[in-house]
């Protein structure tokens, strides 16, 4: 069975080994200071938010972020979830769609009137989760890097 918490200062060597990990898996890099400030902004639960999944073990097999912003088509405000990982070996268990539904619960209890994410288009393994779970907007996304 999947649990899903909090991230806690004693989940650091789980997160690190889990963010690693996801960052690998866009064929990227996070410079080190990067990730003690986002694990430190996680942790001050105010800008951005973290949970861990675990398996019936309790051990952590996976992680999600998400953040909250006000919008100008609503007076509340969105959460965005922005990062979801689960370790290659404990796929398929439900611990993706638990880490998205701990977002979802999180998100309604803070009033946030929806989550969305954005997924690469080929990445059909995700989007097999996420077309039982959400909707596809068929927006296309752009960026200009400062
Ligand atoms: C996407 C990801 C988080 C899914 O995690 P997961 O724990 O395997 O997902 P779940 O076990 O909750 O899967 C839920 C559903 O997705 C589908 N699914 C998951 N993996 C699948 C696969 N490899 N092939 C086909 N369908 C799959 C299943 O149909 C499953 O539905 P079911 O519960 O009705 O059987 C995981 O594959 C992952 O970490 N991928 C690499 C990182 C990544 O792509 N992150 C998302 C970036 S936007």
């Known amino acids: 069975m999947t649990?899903?918490?909090?991230?806690?200062?004693?989940?650091r060597p789980a997160w690190d080994a889990l963010w690693?990990?996801?960052?690998?898996?866009?064929?990227s890099e996070v410079p080190?200071?990067?990730?003690?400030?986002?694990?430190?902004?996680?942790?001050?639960?105010?800008?951005?938010?973290?949970?861990l999944a675990r398996d019936a073990a309790g051990t952590p097999i996976g992680l999600v972020h998400w953040l909250t912003?006000?919008?100008t088509w609503t007076t509340g405000?969105?959460?965005?979830?922005?990062?979801?990982?689960?370790?290659?070996?404990?796929?398929g268990s439900g611990a993706g769609r638990a880490l998205i539904d701990h977002v979802k619960g999180w998100a309604k209890l803070y009033g946030a009137?929806?989550?969305y994410w954005l997924t690469a288009d080929d990445?059909?393994?995700?989007?097999?989760?996420?077309?039982?779970?959400?909707?596809?907007?068929?927006?296309v996304h752009y960026e200009i890097e400062l």
């Open 3 to 11: 649990t899903i918490s909090r991230i806690t200062a004693d989940d």
């Open 20 to 27: 690693q990990a996801y960052i690998t898996f866009y064929e």
């Open 32 to 51: 080190a200071d990067v990730s003690n400030t986002t694990f430190e902004r996680i942790l001050a639960h105010k800008d951005l938010h973290g949970a």
């Open 69 to 71: 912003h006000p919008a």
């Open 77 to 91: 405000s969105y959460c965005y979830l922005e990062d979801l990982f689960v370790d290659p070996g404990s796929r």
């Open 113 to 115: 009137s929806k989550v």
């Open 123 to 139: 990445n059909a393994t995700a989007r097999a989760l996420y077309d039982k779970v959400a909707v596809s907007t068929g927006f």
